[in-house]
């Protein structure tokens, strides 16, 4: 447990690489994993990160359809509310993984939940392999260049220290230090009973 960052590594990396083999959004997801295993949730994340970050891509083409931006535009709210569940569903593992874990009396509470900081590291990992894409680039300038690869520096030391931090946590977790709640995400705007255009009023 105390370097779950590494396989969460591991796994985001290579489904990022098997993304760009397939390079399409609308490309079928082959989760090698064990369906409902935590490697499971973790390849399926970043494929669904990997889809949304090329989905934001397209509709910012300023000669895109407005119609078919329209149509973009909600395929990434559906996408939003699916990150979100599957977010939900990787804290449930860790909760019930630390189960019989009794906090100490003194322990605290995290900013953020385990499964939303690696939800961020999974991001992270799309940038470290765009921003790659970017240094690697043959028709840019070299100050394009240099600037990237700056960019790129900061980005792996980023992975680097959050993965850490995330390893941390979880030690801290098992051994009672801190503890975790998993509050469900309270989205308003795709609830027909909690969005009012949805609802009807003020049409």
Known sequence: MIQFSSLANKIFKDC?????????????????YEKN????YLFLKNWIDAVQWHL????????IDPCEAL??????????????????????????KFSTITPHVDATINTESPAWAIDRLSILVLKIYHMQEEVSRKDASSLHI?????????LLEQQ???????D????????GKKYMKVYKQMKMYNDPTLNPVLYGKNR
């Open 16 to 32: 990022t690489d098997l993304y760009h083999v397939k390079n399409n959004v609308d490309a079928e997801i082959e989760n090698p």
């Open 37 to 40: 295993s935590i490697e499971y």
């Open 160 to 166: 680097k220290d959050l993965s850490l931090a995330i």
């Open 56 to 63: 934001e891509d397209i509709i910012r083409d300023p000669g």
């Open 168 to 175: 941390q946590l979880l030690t801290d977790i098992s051994m």
């Open 71 to 96: 149509k973009i535009k909600r395929r990434i709210d559906t996408s939003n509310q699916e990150r979100t569940d599957l977010v939900e569903l990787i804290d449930t593992y860790f909760r019930e």
């Open 146 to 154: 240099l600037q990237c690869e700056q960019k790129l520096s900061i």
